[in-house]
């Protein structure tokens, strides 16, 4: 019998990323792995016990949610970027801005979410990695932690 309903999965990136500005930059990025290595029980059918895999990506990313700290110069929203590569060249996601939501008591730290709602199906590298990249509109941020969501 095959799968009845929607899966979802997340992906969660709490590297600390400091001094994020107003351009992209190579080195300053979120790496997510969407499927990661999948090590498969004994009792799972038709799968060798003990074995790792890697497959590749084919489902559908949901949504994406930015936490911003440190927010300094007038920072006031975040644009984001999904890529396929390190480089940020093969784009996934485009240009993506929305208005940092900013906490009530601690106005140096907020957040951005995103709905994407993409399905991605062989379009993409086959380890499935993507590089979250994120720019403010002025100032500087420090990026605190990422999550992608996905169903299949």
């Known amino acids: 019998m095959g799968k009845v309903g929607t899966y979802f999965h997340d992906s969660l990136n709490t590297t600390t ?10 080195t300053k990025f979120h790496l997510h792995d969407l499927i990661p290595d999948q090590t498969f029980p004994n009792s799972a059918p038709l799968r060798l016990p003990g074995v790792t895999r890697k497959t590749k990506f084919a489902s559908r990313i949901e949504g994406l949610h930015v936490r911003a700290t440190s927010i300094a110069g007038g920072a006031a929203k975040l644009t984001c970027r999904i890529t396929a590569d390190v480089a940020g060249d093969f784009i996934l996601m485009p240009d993506t801005e929305a208005t940092i939501s900013t906490g ?9 979410a995103y709905e994407i709602g993409i399905p991605f199906f062989g379009i993409i590298n086959s380890d499935s990695k993507f590089y979250l990249w994120v720019k403010t509109d002025a100032g500087t941020v420090t990026l605190a932690q990422s999550c992608i969501t996905w169903s299949e």
Do not use: M, P, R
């Open 17 to 26: 990323v400091a001094s994020v500005g107003t351009t992209f930059d190579v």
């Open 104 to 112: 009530i008591t601690t106005t140096t730290s907020g957040c951005v």
